[in-house]
């Protein structure tokens, strides 16, 4: 930025905070990341894309609720490098219902406002397994 003169450093600033006000910044770095790790993809120096061994059923399933909880969140792309790390396959949308099964967990109007993640923990955190601790 040495070559930039105050007016143009000023202008840098000004469209970088801006972006960062309205929640683009972290987007558009994400973007650029994602980028050069295909391009490293491509030309063979690092690979992202191996294929995974089976994973155990509980692997799988913490990955589907992480997945679920940043896919919630909005955290798409880190969600997708998440996905292509860790093998993991989602089907469309993950079978909530599967899910809560699989956790012996019954959904009901308080519970299907948050991610299973959320849940899982507020009800670990409030250690009755109270599903009336999500109202706050």
Same mark, same amino acid.
């Given at each position: /930025?040495?070559? /930039?003169? +105050?007016?143009?450093?000023? @202008?840098?600033?000004?469209? +970088?905070?801006s972006l960062i006000d309205n929640s683009l910044w972290n987007n @558009?770095?994400?973007n650029v990341e994602t980028e050069i790790i295909k391009l490293f993809e491509e030309k063979g120096t690092i690979s992202t894309s191996n294929i995974k061994?089976?994973?155990?059923?509980?692997?799988? @399933?913490?990955?589907? @609720?992480?997945?679920?909880?940043?896919?919630?969140?909005g955290y798409k792309l880190?969600?997708?490098?998440? /996905?292509k790390e860790s093998g993991t396959e989602i089907k469309v949308k993950t079978n909530r219902k599967y899910m809560a099964s699989q956790l012996d967990l019954e959904d009901n109007d308080k519970t299907l406002r948050l991610p299973l993640l959320t849940v899982l923990l507020t009800m670990f955190k409030n250690k009755d397994g109270d599903k009336e601790a999500l109202d706050d």
């Open positions: /930025m040495e070559a /930039m003169g +105050k007016t143009d450093e000023e @202008l840098f600033k000004a469209v +970088k905070q @558009l770095i994400s061994p089976q994973q155990p059923e509980m692997i799988e @399933l913490i990955n589907k @609720l992480i997945f679920e909880y940043m896919d919630w969140m880190t969600n997708s490098v998440f /996905m």
